[in-house]
């Protein structure tokens, strides 16, 4: 039976969470919901310990954001899942507030115990405020997202837009071991427009309760005071809280399930592979381990970059300056459409493609070169949409193709175009960079996957050095 389901609202987010329990010894599955809301009962029975699906709803009005969540939350009830975590954006992209209300209703619990922080990337909440790199939201990069704009920092302002206008901020008096300190707690009421009174998102038996945090510290501390009042049923943040989410459910399972736990989780501390060590690298479980043999080959690797962030493109831009044996694509506008692959001279051109790749080994596709050459004319799943078909065209090709993606959008589109597909998340390179197996057919390869505006300006380096010491995944 499943401990924990996870809503993320994009692939990307669905992995930096599924990892944070993989890392922990549970098994993990990513989901798109579509798979997920068509499992059979005898399916359903045989999943991990921690499911997490990608709702694919960042995206959506609000109110279909809502119906979606509620169904999927009623259908995890409705199996036996114990615990539930809504996957947030740490810029409060999306439709945060209309996604923990359906939650809420959905598998009849009146509060979620949101902490939205995540320090180890430079999102803090102060005072209910957001900050990014010490600027709040609304002054950062994030303002100008081309699909998610964000107005506004203060986040029970955010929430209220969408239904939740009743929001408690809590504080720890003192972040200290116990998580036995909480104060400070105040009622916000918001008075906000018609959206926020009759959408179909509003209820006034819900709470939100608003964690400030600015340190890991603190997000130890209100994981264990959430732990020791037992109110982890149902909780939302972001990949940074999944990591202290993980260590409470573990010792709650090493607690109530007894020694077998304690030597699965035992394995899970100490049994890193040394031909794994990278810098950044975390320990791995042995459901993981087992995924993984020694091989002499690891393959070509594509990088596609569906992301118009200014992250990414910095970083791929840095990248290029370094002058790697590689080749570097910007999609044309006829290429950033899903049926071109399927002409004559896109078949022609995936072939000369693969040739290079069996060369070079390093093949390099974007979107964008600059964030102002992106061209709204084209709609964004037609561009995410054609990455994807032209990633699976290669990906069914080529057994020894590895990948790396940047974007949500980019891995979802690959993972519908790989029908029959699995992701089995492995290890957390660095923090909102994973890597996983993706197994295909007969085949296993590894696939780093990064959200748009996370990693360093070294990122694409240090995942190339994870991928030629990593083992080669098997089935």
Partial sequence: MTLLAVFADDFTGALDAGIQFTKAGFSTDILLWTEYADLKESQAAALSDVIVIDTESRHLESAEAFNRLLKLAKLALSQGTSYFYKKTDSTLR???????????????????????????????????????????????????????????????????????????????????????????????????????????????????????????????AISLYLKNSQKLRLTAGCAGFAEFLAKRLQEIALETEGRENQNRFKDCRSDCEPGMKVPGHTKQSKTAGRLRQHAGSHGAVLLLCGSA?????????????????????????????????????????????????????????????????????????????????LAANLTAQMPDLNLIVFGGDTVYALMSALRGSALHPLDEISPGVVSSCLQFGTSARLMVTKAGGLGDDKVIEKILAYMATADRPEV
């Fill in 94 to 220: 999306g439709q945060t507030g209309a996604e923990m209300q359906a939650m809420m209703l959905g598998i009849g619990q009146h509060q979620v115990h949101f902490t939205p922080a995540y320090p180890d990337m430079n999102r803090l909440t102060i005072k209910g405020v957001q900050y990014v790199d010490g600027k709040q939201l609304a002054q950062s990069p994030y303002a100008n997202d081309p699909l998610n704009p964000v107005t506004s920092s203060y986040i029970p302002e955010i929430l209220a837009v969408q239904g939740l206008n009743t929001v408690k901020l809590a504080t720890l008096a003192h972040t200290n071991q116990t998580g036995a300190d909480l104060t400070g707690a105040v009622t916000i009421h918001h008075e906000t427009a018609a959206v926020g009174q009759t959408g179909p998102c509003q209820s006034e038996n819900t709470m939100v309760y608003l964690y400030n945090a600015s340190s890991r510290d603190d997000l130890e």
């Fill in 309 to 389: 962030n200014q992250s990414s493109l910095r970083q791929l831009e840095l990248f290029a300056e370094g002058k790697p044996k590689a080749t570097f694509h910007v999609l044309s506008r006829k290429e950033k459409h899903p049926a071109y692959w399927s002409s004559v001279t896109g078949r022609k051109q995936l072939s000369d493609i693969k040739q290079t790749l069996r060369q070079e080994g390093l093949y390099v596709i974007q979107t964008v070169r600059k964030r102002e050459e992106l061209d709204e004319t084209i709609r964004a799943d037609d561009t995410a949409g054609s990455l994807g078909t």
